[in-house]
């Protein structure tokens, strides 16, 4: 995820880390392990008639940029890092929408999609998907306190972060109200669209014990910080809080705009594809390959992302799962089009 010339970002879904501004983003898992995906990532099921998408727009943070996923899409949009692995790519090669708006941002709040993303989604939009949320509970701030610690003794401490984290979660002024804000904005932009919002997926087993006494540490110094299970287990806890507080928002929405907004939860497509699985040696060794883990780290080979930013990221994408979810909105909404 970096390079030892500089501090880095980290992403979760991903992992974005940088100095100011911590991000997180995940690494989705290829498609021939997402339910109902096609045998071959080539493989591009037709359109049943119930899922008939004319434009879609993609909004969201690094999760929804899909970092270092792929190639960069159509240059990578400046310093949004979007990828054309990302789940809105590969989910639009199934829906073929005749208008495709990719603006999801990496490092993005909830405040920045609605302040920055939100103008840009095209007013006939009748399909919209975004991932938010991460960054405003300060989750890069976990990362590198508790895994990684770039900034040595200056790393925010590992409990600190954590007990940060979980006051944010749980203060509807930094969550639950700006992420409905956010989805207000975009239903107030596109009046005819459907929204979706993706939660994020849990990075670690946390019932295995080889990581328990295993350093993640960038810097190898005395005391380092061990990736235990109970911090392990701490790490997985918030982001089922954070999943339950943004299905909270999508089911207060849909009481003022019935069967407008749904939640999509990932995070089962994931099993056994997280860190520290049974029998992985920890952390990930420069070069090495792990096709089988569904997030990036440190020394996840990536090709063309040359500064380390794609830490704790997606590889792939959960399209199939926005699938079924469209696909479901449309069986029972019989005049959405």
């Given at each position: 995820m970096a390079s030892k010339a500089k501090p880095y970002a980290i992403f979760w879904a991903a992992f974005f880390l940088t100095l100011s501004n911590f991000e997180f983003t995940a690494a989705a898992p290829p498609?021939?392990?997402?339910p109902k995906a096609p045998s071959s990532p080539s493989v591009v099921p037709k359109l049943p008639a119930a899922v008939a998408v004319s434009n879609y727009n993609a909004l969201g943070d690094s999760f929804g940029a899909g970092v270092a996923a792929g190639s960069p899409y159509n240059g990578g949009g400046g310093g949004c890092n979007r990828y054309d692995g990302a789940y809105s790519v590969k989910l639009n090669n199934r829906i073929r929408a005749r208008t495709f708006n990719f603006i999801a941002c990496t490092g993005a709040t909830t405040g920045d999609v609605l302040k920055?993303?939100?103008?840009?989604?095209?007013?006939?939009?009748d399909f919209i998907s975004v991932t938010m949320g991460g960054n405003n509970i300060g989750f890069?701030?976990?990362v590198n306190g508790c895994v990684y610690r770039f900034n040595g003794?200056?790393?925010?401490n590992c409990d600190d972060a954590l007990t940060s984290a979980e006051r944010?979660?749980?203060d509807d002024n930094v969550l639950l109200n700006p992420v409905s804000d956010a989805i207000r904005g975009m239903l107030a932009r596109a009046p005819n669209a459907m929204v979706s919002l993706t939660g994020y997926a849990m990075f670690w087993n946390a019932t295995t014990t080889q990581c328990d006494t295993v350093s993640w540490n960038y810097w190898n110094v005395p005391g380092a910080t061990k990736m235990t299970r109970a911090v392990r287990q701490k790490m997985n806890d918030l982001l089922v809080s954070t999943n339950g507080k943004l299905n909270t928002a999508v089911q207060n929405l849909n009481r003022d705009f019935p069967g407008r907004v749904s939640f999509i939860d990932y995070d089962a497509a994931f099993e056994g594809h997280r860190f520290c699985e049974e029998g992985v040696i920890e952390p990930q060794k420069s070069?090495?390959?792990?096709s089988n883990t569904y997030f990036f780290q440190l020394n996840t080979p990536v090709g063309s992302l040359a500064g380390g930013d794609e830490a704790f990221v997606p590889s792939s994408s959960p399209a199939n799962t926005y699938y079924d979810a469209l696909e479901s909105y449309k069986s029972s909404n019989p005049g959405a089009e």
């Open positions: 498609d021939s392990v997402i920055n993303q939100v103008p840009s989604i095209d007013q006939a939009a890069g701030n976990i003794p200056f790393a925010p944010a979660i749980n070069g090495e390959d792990r």
